[in-house]
T-cell receptor, first 113, second 115 residues
Framework: KQEVTQIPAALSVPEGENLVLNCSFT??????LQWFRQDPGKGLTSLLLIQSSQREQTSGRLNASLDKSSGRSTLYIAASQPGDSATYLCAVASNSGNTPLVFGKGTRLSVIA | GAVVSQHPSWVICKSGTSVKIECRSL??????MFWYRQFPKQSLMLMATSNEGSKATYEQGVEKDKFLINHASLTLSTLTVTSAHPEDSSFYIC???????????FGPGTRLTVL
């Protein structure tokens, strides 16, 4: 059974710092991996999708990498801003086709102005 | 990206009543939708997979008679929490993937509070 772990559980940084969020998964036979952002009491916003054949994806100040063989992904946030404060969730799809995601517990990020 | 909507966004009900939550794919057809539940400060846990025109598939530990799922059309799935109790209070989120089934899109969620 796939398990997804995110470290750290919480992170507080001053504005302007670059930071890395970590995600690991136990079964490397994934189809793709998604990073989401969730604001308190809100739904999920998809940030980046990495297919199993890809090694990284970039969107603005965000960069996600994938090392499928070692079961790890990282989300790099450059020049953090207070508006980046949220919970970041990593989720993997284990099969092709219409299958659900398995989520990690998330990393709660606070960016202090 | 694709859009998934949910209604209502929040609901408060008395213990013992039933509550229906709707999940719609607005700009694509979804033969399958997924229902997740999220307790405070916890991650999302898959409750069930809703299949258009057939029975839903429930995860272990989820009572199918309590959480009724109906996927009557290619754009609508409903989750009915029957005889709700305070322990059913949670954040319920649905999702779907448009073909070719890469990125998954989530609804905004429904906050259920059972008094």
């Amino acid at each position: 059974k796939q398990e997804v772990t995110q470290i750290p559980a919480a992170l507080s940084v001053p504005e302007g710092e670059n930071l890395v969020l970590n995600c690991s998964f136990t079964d490397s036979a994934i189809y793709n991996l998604q990073w989401f952002r969730q604001d308190p009491g809100k739904g999920l916003t998809s940030l980046l999708l990495i297919q199993s054949s890809q090694r990284e994806q970039t969107s603005g100040r965000l960069n996600a990498s994938l090392d499928k063989s070692s079961g790890r992904s990282t989300l790099y946030i450059a020049a953090s801003q207070p508006g980046d404060s949220a919970t970041y969730l990593c989720a993997v799809a284990s099969n092709s086709g219409n299958t659900p995601l398995v989520f990690g517990k998330g990393t709660r990020l606070s960016v202090i102005a | 990206g694709a859009v998934v909507s949910q209604h209502p966004s929040w609901v408060i009900c008395k213990s013992g009543t039933s509550v229906k939550i709707e999940c719609r794919s607005l700009d694509f057809q979804a033969t399958t939708m997924f229902w997740y539940r999220q307790f405070p400060k916890q991650s999302l846990m898959l409750m069930a997979t809703s299949n258009e025109g057939s029975k839903a598939t429930y995860e272990q530990g989820v009572e199918k008679d309590k959480f009724l799922i109906n996927h009557a059309s290619l754009t609508l799935s409903t989750l009915t929490v029957t005889s709700a109790h305070p322990e059913d209070s949670s954040f319920y989120i649905c999702s779907a993937r448009p073909p070719p089934y890469n990125e998954q899109f989530f609804g905004p969620g429904t906050r259920l509070t059972v008094l």
